[in-house]
Nanobody, 123 residues
Framework: QLRLVESGGGLVQPGESLRLSCAAS????????VAWFRQAPGKEREGVSW????????VYTDLTKGRFTVSRDNAKNTVYLQMNSLQPEDTAVYYC????????????????WGQGIQVTVSS
């Protein structure tokens, strides 16, 4: 059974932080690039960040505004998304996706998807 599972979401107040995890089961994440996407209420799904399988290249979209950091621990088969200074507009379902190759923003190109995890930022 090959899958990705997100964890670490929840409800926080503006200015607080969350750390999301994306754990792979049934395959070795070390050979996969991983991307984070999110979908806010009433909006289309959008890219957040991606990280190369080796961790040697990371790309963020402008929406992160320098507040987010992606990292990975291939020994743990896990990729992380550290989100600081969260704001209400960050409220969304966050998804991770893995691709065997160079990550892109092309969603159909990804081989595996997590089911998503809710992040809610509200005072």
């Amino acid at each position: 059974q090959l899958r990705l599972v997100e964890s670490g979401g929840g409800l926080v107040q503006p200015g607080e932080s969350l750390r999301l995890s994306c754990a792979a089961s049934g395959f070795a994440l070390e050979t996969y690039g991983v991307a984070w996407f999110r979908q806010a209420p009433g909006k289309e799904r959008e890219g957040v960040s991606w990280i190369r399988s080796t961790g040697t290249k990371i790309v963020y979209t402008d929406l992160t505004k320098g507040r987010f950091t992606v990292s990975r621990d291939n020994a743990k088969n896990t990729v992380y998304l550290q989100m600081n200074s969260l704001q209400p507009e960050d409220t969304a379902v966050y998804y991770c996706a893995a691709v065997e190759g160079e990550p892109t923003w092309d969603e159909p190109g990804y081989d595996y998807w997590g089911q998503g995890i809710q992040v809610t930022v509200s005072s």
